[in-house]
């Protein structure tokens, strides 16, 4: 979905179309199943992004010089992040009939990600694509139609995250968006 930028113009994401009640009852019930391996899941959410994407890890001083995918996943800091990326995610999941605790949800981590940590915005869309990954080995619970609401709903969270970051001010330091 390509449009042409006038000059001076920012270049903004479109608004996904807002989830259908069906589709929010896939994400639940799939989620249900999922967060049932919470830590497992969370782990491997993490590791895949670091071994595909080594450069996610110069945000995590506690482990952005170990290369082994074994040694990370023993890591106690990378299992206490994915916890809490997991941890977001259910209260997402949780809140998807509220959208005002959804917002909520967002603004914090959209908001700790760029003044506290100044994650570039481009990793929560790799963060995305690798969770869509993960989710997909659950094959017997998340079937190509429950695949499309998850993508958007990542794509929800990644609009807002950006638009978070935009209201901060933050400034481009890639221009690369994947």
């Not at 449009?3 to 920012?10: D, F, I, L, N, V």
Request: charged share 25%; proline share 3%.
């Amino acid at each position: 979905m390509e449009r042409m930028q006038t000059e001076g113009e920012e270049d903004h994401l479109e608004r996904p179309s807002p989830l259908t009640d069906k589709e929010r009852v896939m994400i639940q019930d799939s989620w249900a199943k999922v967060y049932q391996n919470c830590e497992d899941v969370g782990v491997a959410i993490l590791l895949r992004l670091f071994v595909n994407f080594p450069s996610a890890k110069q945000y995590f001083s506690q482990f952005k010089n170990i290369e082994d995918p074994e040694e990370l996943e023993r890591s106690a800091q990378l299992r206490k992040h994915a916890h809490r990326i997991m941890n977001s995610l259910n209260t997402l999941v949780e809140s998807l009939d509220n959208s005002d605790k959804m917002a909520s949800v967002l603004r914090v981590v959209g908001k700790a990600h760029a003044l506290r940590h100044k994650v570039e915005p481009v990793y929560f869309k790799i963060l995305s694509g690798v969770i869509l990954e993960v989710l997909g080995e659950f094959s017997e619970v998340v079937t190509p139609e429950v695949a499309a609401a998850w993508t958007k709903l990542l794509a929800t969270v990644y609009f807002s995250i950006t638009a978070i970051y935009e209201e901060v001010g933050w400034t481009k330091l890639s221009t690369s968006t994947g």
